[in-house]
Each structure stands twice: as C-alpha cells, then as structure tokens.
Nanobody, 119 residues
C-alpha cells in the first residue's frame, strides 16, 4: 500500500499564507482536494510524478501553487491570499499514470489536514 500523510494545516487570518505538505513515494500523479463542512469534496490542484506538469481548479490558479520534491518524497501546496471560503479539510491523493481532476480516479488518500481561515 501507498501511504500518504498531510501536514501544515492550521488557523490563519484572511490574506495570509500556508504551505501544506504530503509525503508520498513512487511514480504517482498527486493531487490536492478539499472539503468544506456540508459540501462536496472538490479538486484543487494536481501534479505529475515528475513535477513538470500541473493543473488547477480555475478558482485556485494564481493563488495556489502545487509542486513536488521527489528527493524528499514530498508534494506541496502553497496557498497565498487565503480567504474564509478556503476553510476546509485538505486531502492529498495519488494515482498511477497521468494526473486527473476527478477524485474517483485516485487510489490512495491521506487522512486530511484542517485549514481554517478567519475573517
């Protein structure tokens, strides 16, 4: 089994920044999803196993940046200009092959890390 562990969540004020980390090894495309209370889980961003290819939800592009450092077995999500509506549990997920924005395509999931943005 592939193990994924997220970290870096916390409480920040609107306009602040956080960097989330996900430990993951192997040749897997990796993505971040988030789920706000009472809402469906939504795609945030994804990166290829090599780190050269990325894709973002339209609303995230320009504020969030996904990257990876395979030497450290870590995928990052840099979040800037955070808004209260960004409050959610953020999940790291992995799948073989190409990246995808569809959660059903992902085989492995972390337990999530809470991000809370105050106004």
């Amino acid at each position: 089994q592939v193990q994924l562990v997220e970290s870096g969540g916390g409480l920040v004020q609107a306009g602040g920044s956080l960097r989330l980390s996900c430990t993951v090894s192997g040749r897997y495309a990796t993505a971040w999803f988030r789920q706000a209370p009472g809402k469906e889980r939504k795609f945030v961003a994804a990166v290829t196993w090599g780190g050269a290819g990325t894709t973002y939800a339209t609303s995230m592009k320009g504020r969030f940046t996904i990257s990876r450092d395979n030497a450290k077995n870590t995928v990052y999500l840099q979040m800037n200009s955070l808004k209260p509506e960004d409050t959610a549990v953020y999940y790291c997920a992995a799948r073989p092959g190409a990246l995808s924005p569809h959660e059903q395509e992902y085989t492995y999931w972390g337990q999530g890390t809470q991000v809370t943005v105050s106004s």
